[in-house]
Protein backbone atom coordinates (compact mmCIF):
# COMPACT_ATOMS: atom_id res chain seq x y z
CA UNK A 1 0.00 0.00 0.00
CA UNK A 2 1.58 3.40 -0.91
CA UNK A 3 1.41 6.47 0.96
CA UNK A 4 -1.42 9.02 0.15
CA UNK A 5 0.85 11.97 -1.78
CA UNK A 6 0.70 15.18 -0.18
CA UNK A 7 2.88 18.84 -0.56
CA UNK A 8 5.83 18.51 0.94
CA UNK A 9 5.26 21.99 2.47
CA UNK A 10 2.28 25.12 2.50
CA UNK A 11 3.06 28.30 4.16
CA UNK A 12 0.61 31.75 4.75
CA UNK A 13 0.88 34.40 6.30
CA UNK A 14 -1.22 35.01 9.65
CA UNK A 15 -5.41 35.26 8.75
CA UNK A 16 -4.96 33.77 5.72
CA UNK A 17 -6.21 30.47 4.20
CA UNK A 18 -4.22 27.12 3.54
CA UNK A 19 -5.09 24.04 1.58
CA UNK A 20 -3.48 20.85 1.82
CA UNK A 21 -4.34 18.19 -0.90
CA UNK A 22 -4.16 14.39 -0.39
CA UNK A 23 -4.05 11.94 -3.40
CA UNK A 24 -4.57 8.59 -2.90
CA UNK A 25 -6.51 6.14 -5.62
CA UNK A 26 -10.00 4.30 -5.57
CA UNK A 27 -9.18 2.27 -3.57
CA UNK A 28 -8.60 4.00 -0.80
CA UNK A 29 -9.36 8.01 -0.48
CA UNK A 30 -11.83 7.53 -3.61
CA UNK A 31 -13.47 4.51 -1.98
CA UNK A 32 -14.53 5.46 1.41
CA UNK A 33 -15.18 8.69 3.76
CA UNK A 34 -13.24 7.20 6.07
CA UNK A 35 -10.27 10.15 5.52
CA UNK A 36 -8.35 11.47 8.67
CA UNK A 37 -6.59 14.46 9.00
CA UNK A 38 -3.61 14.88 12.09
CA UNK A 39 -2.05 17.47 13.22
CA UNK A 40 1.54 16.76 15.19
CA UNK A 41 3.88 19.90 16.85
CA UNK A 42 7.49 18.72 17.29
CA UNK A 43 7.86 15.95 20.22
CA UNK A 44 4.54 15.17 20.52
CA UNK A 45 2.05 12.65 19.48
CA UNK A 46 -0.55 13.27 16.74
CA UNK A 47 -3.92 15.00 17.33
CA UNK A 48 -7.24 14.12 15.20
CA UNK A 49 -8.47 17.49 13.53
CA UNK A 50 -10.83 15.81 11.50
CA UNK A 51 -12.63 12.43 10.73
CA UNK A 52 -14.76 11.02 8.39
CA UNK A 53 -13.91 13.78 5.40
CA UNK A 54 -15.03 16.07 6.92
CA UNK A 55 -16.10 16.20 11.25
CA UNK A 56 -14.05 18.08 13.58
CA UNK A 57 -13.93 16.29 16.65
CA UNK A 58 -14.73 18.43 20.21
CA UNK A 59 -12.65 20.93 21.16
CA UNK A 60 -11.00 21.54 17.29
CA UNK A 61 -11.58 25.23 15.92
CA UNK A 62 -13.76 25.61 13.22
CA UNK A 63 -10.88 27.02 11.41
CA UNK A 64 -10.37 23.66 10.15
CA UNK A 65 -12.19 21.93 7.64
CA UNK A 66 -12.10 19.02 5.16
CA UNK A 67 -13.38 18.05 2.10
CA UNK A 68 -13.15 15.56 -0.72
CA UNK A 69 -13.61 15.44 -4.15
CA UNK A 70 -12.84 11.71 -6.22
CA UNK A 71 -9.37 10.29 -5.31
CA UNK A 72 -8.33 13.76 -3.33
CA UNK A 73 -8.94 14.90 0.17
CA UNK A 74 -8.44 18.26 1.51
CA UNK A 75 -7.97 20.22 4.82
CA UNK A 76 -8.01 24.05 4.73
CA UNK A 77 -7.14 26.23 7.76
CA UNK A 78 -9.02 29.09 7.29
CA UNK A 79 -7.62 32.70 9.87
CA UNK A 80 -4.12 31.27 9.81
CA UNK A 81 -2.78 31.31 13.06
CA UNK A 82 0.97 30.79 14.70
CA UNK A 83 0.08 28.24 16.85
CA UNK A 84 -0.96 26.16 13.29
CA UNK A 85 2.13 25.68 12.68
CA UNK A 86 3.26 21.89 12.79
CA UNK A 87 2.92 18.71 10.39
CA UNK A 88 -0.20 17.24 9.00
CA UNK A 89 -1.22 13.96 8.14
CA UNK A 90 -3.96 12.89 6.06
CA UNK A 91 -4.68 9.11 6.52
CA UNK A 92 -7.84 6.91 4.96
CA UNK A 93 -8.96 3.65 5.22
CA UNK A 94 -8.62 1.01 1.83
CA UNK A 95 -10.11 -1.84 0.26
CA UNK A 96 -7.70 -4.25 2.33
CA UNK A 97 -9.00 -3.20 4.85
CA UNK A 98 -5.93 -1.62 6.21
CA UNK A 99 -5.04 2.49 6.99
CA UNK A 100 -2.71 4.10 4.61
CA UNK A 101 -1.48 7.41 6.10
CA UNK A 102 -0.17 10.27 3.56
CA UNK A 103 3.19 11.40 3.10
CA UNK A 104 3.29 14.83 5.57
CA UNK A 105 2.84 18.67 5.19
CA UNK A 106 5.07 20.89 7.15
CA UNK A 107 2.57 24.18 7.65
CA UNK A 108 4.73 27.09 7.84
CA UNK A 109 3.19 30.25 9.36
CA UNK A 110 5.22 33.46 7.81
CA UNK B 1 -10.10 11.39 30.51
CA UNK B 2 -8.84 9.08 27.61
CA UNK B 3 -5.36 7.80 28.69
CA UNK B 4 -2.94 5.46 26.76
CA UNK B 5 0.17 4.63 28.14
CA UNK B 6 2.81 2.70 26.04
CA UNK B 7 5.84 0.95 27.69
CA UNK B 8 8.25 -1.52 26.59
CA UNK B 9 10.74 0.23 23.94
CA UNK B 10 14.25 -0.09 24.13
CA UNK B 11 17.39 -1.09 22.23
CA UNK B 12 17.19 -4.52 21.21
CA UNK B 13 19.51 -6.22 18.30
CA UNK B 14 18.72 -7.00 14.74
CA UNK B 15 17.17 -10.32 14.66
CA UNK B 16 15.77 -9.67 18.38
CA UNK B 17 12.46 -9.70 19.89
CA UNK B 18 10.40 -7.05 22.33
CA UNK B 19 6.78 -6.74 23.26
CA UNK B 20 5.19 -3.30 23.79
CA UNK B 21 2.29 -2.86 26.11
CA UNK B 22 -0.23 0.08 26.49
CA UNK B 23 -2.51 0.60 29.58
CA UNK B 24 -5.69 2.14 28.88
CA UNK B 25 -8.10 4.26 30.98
CA UNK B 26 -10.31 6.52 30.85
CA UNK B 27 -13.14 4.95 28.13
CA UNK B 28 -14.56 1.63 27.88
CA UNK B 29 -11.74 -0.64 26.74
CA UNK B 30 -13.32 -3.47 25.13
CA UNK B 31 -16.11 -1.06 22.80
CA UNK B 32 -13.39 -0.03 20.34
CA UNK B 33 -10.81 -1.14 17.74
CA UNK B 34 -7.67 -0.44 18.71
CA UNK B 35 -4.24 0.03 16.35
CA UNK B 36 -0.34 0.72 16.50
CA UNK B 37 1.08 2.91 14.52
CA UNK B 38 4.62 4.11 13.94
CA UNK B 39 7.00 6.82 13.15
CA UNK B 40 10.55 6.44 12.64
CA UNK B 41 12.59 9.43 13.53
CA UNK B 42 12.07 12.76 11.08
CA UNK B 43 9.99 10.30 9.22
CA UNK B 44 5.92 10.11 9.02
CA UNK B 45 3.48 8.06 10.36
CA UNK B 46 2.89 4.55 9.26
CA UNK B 47 -0.04 2.23 10.70
CA UNK B 48 1.37 -1.07 11.17
CA UNK B 49 -1.57 -3.02 12.83
CA UNK B 50 -5.29 -3.02 13.77
CA UNK B 51 -7.13 -5.36 16.19
CA UNK B 52 -10.95 -4.93 16.74
CA UNK B 53 -13.04 -4.68 19.98
CA UNK B 54 -13.90 -8.69 20.52
CA UNK B 55 -10.29 -8.92 19.10
CA UNK B 56 -11.72 -10.86 16.08
CA UNK B 57 -10.84 -9.42 13.50
CA UNK B 58 -6.61 -8.30 13.15
CA UNK B 59 -4.69 -7.06 10.64
CA UNK B 60 -1.15 -5.85 9.01
CA UNK B 61 1.03 -3.73 7.63
CA UNK B 62 3.17 -5.64 4.42
CA UNK B 63 6.13 -4.73 6.35
CA UNK B 64 5.23 -6.03 9.69
CA UNK B 65 3.58 -9.32 8.23
CA UNK B 66 4.45 -12.19 9.97
CA UNK B 67 6.54 -10.79 12.33
CA UNK B 68 4.69 -8.69 14.82
CA UNK B 69 1.67 -9.70 16.12
CA UNK B 70 -1.26 -7.10 18.17
CA UNK B 71 -3.04 -8.88 21.06
CA UNK B 72 -5.76 -7.58 23.73
CA UNK B 73 -6.87 -8.24 27.32
CA UNK B 74 -10.02 -6.25 27.71
CA UNK B 75 -10.15 -7.75 30.98
CA UNK B 76 -6.75 -5.69 32.08
CA UNK B 77 -7.75 -2.88 29.38
CA UNK B 78 -4.58 -3.62 27.47
CA UNK B 79 -3.23 -3.80 24.34
CA UNK B 80 0.22 -5.60 23.42
CA UNK B 81 2.50 -5.90 20.16
CA UNK B 82 4.85 -8.77 20.11
CA UNK B 83 7.23 -7.93 18.07
CA UNK B 84 10.17 -10.03 16.20
CA UNK B 85 12.98 -10.82 14.13
CA UNK B 86 13.65 -7.11 14.45
CA UNK B 87 15.62 -5.14 11.80
CA UNK B 88 17.12 -1.55 11.48
CA UNK B 89 14.19 -0.23 9.66
CA UNK B 90 11.82 -1.13 12.66
CA UNK B 91 13.37 1.62 14.67
CA UNK B 92 10.73 4.20 15.62
CA UNK B 93 8.40 5.29 17.81
CA UNK B 94 5.57 3.37 18.81
CA UNK B 95 1.84 4.68 19.12
CA UNK B 96 -1.21 3.24 20.77
CA UNK B 97 -4.10 4.39 19.23
CA UNK B 98 -7.83 4.29 19.96
CA UNK B 99 -9.28 4.74 16.55
CA UNK B 100 -9.08 7.37 15.37
CA UNK B 101 -9.39 9.69 17.74
CA UNK B 102 -6.71 9.06 21.02
CA UNK B 103 -2.93 8.35 21.20
CA UNK B 104 -0.52 7.55 23.62
CA UNK B 105 2.38 9.28 24.19
CA UNK B 106 4.81 6.67 22.61
CA UNK B 107 7.69 4.18 23.28
CA UNK B 108 10.55 4.42 21.06
CA UNK B 109 12.50 1.38 19.86
CA UNK B 110 15.67 1.39 18.76
CA UNK B 111 17.30 -1.90 16.71
CA UNK B 112 21.02 -1.59 16.65
CA UNK B 113 23.92 -3.72 17.35
Known amino acids: QSALTQPASVSGSPGQSITISCTGT?????????VSWYQQHPGKAPKLMIYDVSNRPLGVSNRFSGSKSGNTASLTISGLQTEDEADYYC??????????FGTGTKVTVL | QVQLVESGGGLVKPGGSLRLSCAAS????????MSWIRQAPGKGLEWISYMSSSGSTIYYADSVKGRFTISRDNAKNSLYLQMKSLRAEDTAVYYCVRQPDSWGQGTLVTVSS
Open chain 2, 26 to 33: GFTFSDYY
Open chain 1, 26 to 34: SGDVGAYNY
Open chain 1, 91 to 100: SSYTSGSTYV
